[in-house]
């Protein structure tokens, strides 16, 4: 079984941090997206997956290297300066997708746990052109919205105004297609298949939905993102320090490989701190993302923010809440960070 990973989009709303990297490289608990999203398309019985990328996206994934799982991986890569949507990148991949049998489509910026077989068991019994994984939601507004009855989708919104939501059911970014619809995107076009597709299959009575389980997380937006993290981390275990230890680590947290900590620092509850972080004596970090290579110094206080990588925090330094700090950012002795400020990669802030 083949599936295509849309991941050609810009993270535009992820900026500073998705100006140094692509949606599908974020970190989620120390481990790239695209990394978890390949460990659960081998479970389900993937064997190949096809990234649909822009030429930028596509360097950015060969020089992090991460482990195949077993996938054959293949490239799809948008033209230059012209986007495809959702799609246009579905039609693009057509010869490398075949013809032979459905395949899966999914939105490489989403974490979910979704169960493939299932999804492509339902899509078979059902004899649909189109499965969609669908979840629920409190607000639904900003996603495609179903009108759902047993398995067979009788309506498909996109982003409906509020209150005229026919559901709380929305698009989880996973579907498992039939090679015909092909025939409804046409080439090199921008097309948005839940715009521009899915209504029309819908018309036909062949657009099924299947309603996931496990956890869905968007991190289209840096507090969705700080989200995200947190809710995986709920769910697996984490590695306890020794007792003897001169430093506090408060559960849920996260310390990846070769992370240094000084005495009196309090870590957590809700820290997730990256491969060679160097953190000084009597720091507090607490709801926060700290990527790989940062140093943090003494008495330095991070709550509520996101830290880019190789960033320099200095002495007495305040983060507060809602603050994204991109890669290299040099934040000097006792500056603070009003709630939600966002400082662009290499900066150096020194008031």
């Known amino acids: 079984m083949k599936a295509l990973i849309l ?14 990297r692509p949606k599908t490289l974020f970190p989620i608990v120390n481990k790239p997206l695209l990394q978890w999203i390949f460990e659960r398309l081998s479970k389900d019985g993937v064997d190949e997956a096809i990234l649909a990328v822009n030429a930028l996206t596509k360097f950015y994934i060969k020089q992090t290297k991460i482990p195949k799982q077993g996938l054959k991986i293949k490239f799809s890569v948008d033209p230059p300066k012209k986007p495809l949507g959702t799609g246009g990148p579905i039609k693009k991949a057509e ?8 395949f899966i489509v999914l939105n490489g910026d989403i974490y979910a746990e979704i169960d493939y077989k299932k999804l492509l068991e339902t899509h078979k019994k059902t004899k649909a052109l189109a499965t969609i994984a669908l979840c629920k939601v409190e607000d639904p507004c900003s996603f495609g919205v179903v009108e759902l009855e047993e398995n067979k989708i009788r309506r498909f919104v996109e982003k409906p105004a509020r ?11 996973a579907y498992v297609l039939d090679p015909e619809v092909f025939d409804y995107i046409p080439k090199g076009k ?19 939905g299947l309603i996931i389980e496990g956890l869905w997380k968007d991190i289209g ?11 995986v981390l709920d769910t697996i275990k984490n590695t306890k320090k020794d007792e003897k230890t001169c430093f506090k680590v408060n559960s849920p947290s996260a310390l990846d ?26 720091v507090s970090i607490s709801n926060s993302i700290i990527l790989s290579d940062t140093e943090i110094c003494d008495y330095a206080t991070i709550k509520g923010a996101i830290i880019g990588e190789g960033a320099h925090i200095g002495e007495s330094a305040k983060i507060n809440n809602g603050c ?3 890669d290299k950012v040099k934040i000097k002795d006792k500056v603070q960070l009003n709630e ?8 150096e802030i020194n008031f």
């Open 163 to 173: 209150g005229q939501a026919p559901s709380d059911l929305i698009n989880a970014g």
């Open 95 to 102: 010869k490398l997708l075949g013809r032979s049998e459905p």
């Open 257 to 282: 490989k070769d992370v240094s900590i000084g005495e009196k620092s309090v870590i957590g509850p809700y820290a997730i701190v990256g491969r060679n972080v160097k953190i000084g004596k009597c």
């Open 324 to 326: 994204v700090v991109g």
């Open 340 to 347: 939600k400020t966002k400082v662009c990669p290499a900066k």
């Open 190 to 208: 921008h097309i948005s298949i839940e715009r521009d597709v899915f209504p029309k299959i819908v018309e036909q009575g062949r657009l099924s």
């Open 7 to 20: 991941a050609g989009g810009f993270a535009t709303r992820l900026r500073p941090l998705s100006c140094t």
């Open 221 to 231: 937006k840096p507090q969705e993102y700080l989200e995200a993290n947190k809710a």
